[in-house]
């Protein structure tokens, strides 16, 4: 089971709000898929985002893949630790692994998104 | 050839293997082969720390048999098979008449009139076609012996402690590329020490039906020294930190042996006529417009397959192959780059994503072990 507080995308994205900010990072789904992940680029602190639109990108040993934005803002803070160690994606997901904490503009997109629930369905379903 | 057969993936004899060991499996050249079994970062560590076993039942296996085998080769291939002492082997490679790379081989000189050539798997075919055309007129005849033989390789520092109880052949005569006739666990096997990752090893030829049983001996014989089992996302990071090319990336028919740095292995002083000759003269007269190089990324990033090289404002050239090299913790690339850009030193940038990185033109391998 999926962490049952937390939001997702079906490109495998998860947010946890907190007030008018929203914490993003990938699922253990995601990070098993991509294997070890090896680098991060995420944007700098002010830049905005657009809901489903690609906002960074992170690589594995072997590929390349698009970070999608789960949710229309700015971003507040990147996770500067993923430059260093972008393992912690693979190791801990849900916690260190966090990407972004972007300020949110428009709330009702929440909508838009799964929960747990759904999610668990979608990576079930393959 | 039956119609399905254009259709059907491939399965290596130790599929049940690999899928009891949790591997990923993908498609690769027509063949379901594992990609990763504990993930590609512990599996290379595996294999330059202790050892590493590989199934590579899907390459080529093409023995060359008769009187004039060994000339029928010297025509097919761009080195002289003839000059091998038997029980040695040489990387050759196959070119059209035009000096374009069709692949890259292994010759192994087995007896006076026996040889074998390992082709990768995404030109086994090819390679077994062109041979036996290139043959006919020759005292010899080719057996296609791909889908009759497995391929299981041990490659590490630790793998000579693993397969010396196991094997009747004497691994201390048996010399970096060199191969010998003997067995493995009981199982009829040629064992050659050669590999695709920068360390010693071994590759170990036996019949399809006997893979499994060769497997589980060495997978066995290597508990207790710490034996992963590879798949081909940690083949590919070793070979690339080794500097080798590989097919399809460094290597195609676009590409001639001299651009790819691999001159040396081209025998122009040969005495008969070979496959490619004229053209390849041609090119060793007159130089390269471009060559392969090993690149350092010094900015942040990764350079891929495919991503453009600029020298200035010109595009230079194209990266080939990149990753995050495991064992030296920074990004490292092969590409091509014009002639001028290719001397050690020269600072180049890789383009990503629309962004210029500074990269650094390094000569190759980017590791070599400690002997």
Redesign the interface.
Known sequence: MVPADLHYTKDHEWVRVDGDEATVGITAYAADQL??I??V?LPEAGRSVTQFAAFG?V????A?SDLFAPLTGEVATANDAL?GSPELVNSDPYGDGWMVRIRLSERGELDELLDATAYDALIAAG | MTETSLQTLHETPLQDRHVALGARLIDFAGWQMP??YA????EHRAVRERAGLFDLSHMGELFVEGPEAGSALAYAVVTNPPSLAEGRAQYSMIVAPNGGILDDLIVYHLAADRFLVVANASNAQVVSDLLAERLSGFKAVLDDRSLATALVAIQGPRSVEILRPLTDVDLDALRYYAIAEGSVAGIPALVARTGYTGEDGFEVFVDTGRAVALWDALMAGGEGHGLAPIGL?AR??LRLEAGMPLYGNELDPTTNPFEAGLGRVVKLDKPDDFVGRAALEKVAREGVDRKLVGIVLRG???A?HGYPIHAGEPVSGVVTSG??S?TLGQ?IAMGYVATPDAEPGTMIDVEI?GQRVPAEVVALPFYRRAR
Do not use: H, N, W, Y
Not at chain 1, 59 to 62: A, L, P, Q
Not at chain 2, 39 to 42: F, V
């Open positions: 294997g070890d090896v680098f680029e990108v690589e594995s040993v072997k390349v430059a | 990609v990763q993930g590609i970062l512990e996302g590919d990071t942040r990033g990764i891929r990753t995050q495991p990004a994503r």
